[in-house]
């Protein structure tokens, strides 16, 4: 059966892997984005890309009377957790205002299901490994625009029925990142540091960790969510179990482009020293939940070839600082 959905985001990193996985199941894809992050060039041609914003509650009313789709993936965000503290406004109005925007159009018009990716970011420092069970303690404001919007979903199903699911992923990677925002997606900040001849740029000593997720594991969980009975009104982690040191990761950056990195390391930034999760909830539930995780080398092995395709590319810096207090000195850098 061919079902309408909407995807928000789609021309973006996580939201073009999900329109491939519903392309390919048959759906009748709508795929809104404002490319202010994403591509045209990312969207599958079976889609009907629309461009415009969530923040714009008239052309969503306008896209859902029209195109009157049975369920809704939301994955369109600004996912800059250290940038959020500085665009507070931004922040809240695109990741928070602009859900419930999408949230008040699901309602009104009769969406089945609505499946949103928030992010690990909602723990905070939480002790890792982080559970589903964990009561969320976001320490900055995008966590706290994922937190909120997770419960005005539980009240939306209380209030009028909508249905939801919800995601935790962390650290996703792979083909389609965007390597030229300088805030976000430290792989994709790294290959175009290096692409550009640059030192790679380690915020503290680089002994963060994270658990970095290949892209191509968790779309097929996303795509699944709405016709996956043990997913509705749930919460999943969703990524990758092994954690990882940034200064590991700079090796096998360097590893996989052929080069031996030059660090520069800079002042520690307020941000979460360890995040990664236990994921035995989605692999209970969900068939393909990462049964065959693939490797942090072997996944940049498959993500490097798309950006050296691509180039390097220039990375413009945020043109609306609202709060410059703290801001770290080498985001004001031309």
């Known amino acids: 059966m061919t079902d309408t959905v909407l995807v928000t985001g789609a021309a973006g990193f996580m939201g073009s892997h999900v329109v491939d996985e519903l392309v390919a199941a048959g759906h009748r894809v709508i795929a809104l984005d404002d490319l202010s992050g994403g591509y045209r060039d990312n969207v599958n041609p079976a889609a009907m890309l629309v461009e415009g914003s969530i923040t714009d509650h008239a052309l969503l009313n306008q896209l859902f009377a029209n195109e009157q789709p049975r369920y809704v ?85 209380e209030m009028f029925g909508l249905p939801y699911t919800i995601f935790r992923p962390h650290n996703v990677y792979g083909e389609r990142q965007n390597v030229a925002d300088r805030y976000r997606n430290v792989i994709g900040i790294f290959m175009n540091q290096i692409m550009q001849e640059k030192p790679v740029t380690v915020f503290g000593d680089g002994e963060q960790s994270r658990g970095f997720t290949y892209v191509k594991d968790i779309s097929p969980v996303i795509a699944q969510a709405p016709t996956t009975p043990g997913a509705r009104n749930e919460i999943f982690n969703l990524g990758a179990d092994t954690p990882v040191t940034v200064n590991q990761l700079v090796e096998e950056v360097g590893r996989v482009m052929g080069v031996t990195p030059t660090v520069r390391y800079l002042s520690a930034r307020h941000e979460v020293v360890h995040a990664y999760a236990v994921h035995d909830k989605v692999r209970r539930v969900f068939e393909l939940a990462l049964d065959d995780e693939t490797p942090l080398a072997e996944g940049l092995r498959k993500m490097w070839p798309w950006v050296q395709s691509h180039g390097a590319r220039k990375t413009p810096r945020f043109k609306d600082i609202e709060v410059e207090q703290n801001l770290p000195s080498v985001w004001l850098e031309e």
């Open 73 to 157: 993936y939301h994955l369109a965000a600004y996912a800059a957790e250290g940038l959020s503290h500085f665009i507070r406004r931004f922040n809240y109005t695109n990741n928070l205002i602009g859900t419930v925007n999408l949230v008040n159009a699901s309602v009104n018009y009769g969406v089945e299901h609505f499946v949103f990716t928030s992010s690990i970011a909602v723990y905070g420092s939480a002790p890792p490994p982080m559970t589903e069970d964990m009561t969320p303690q976001p320490e900055d404001p995008y966590g706290i625009a994922k937190y909120a919007v997770e419960q005005d979903l539980k009240l939306a199903y």
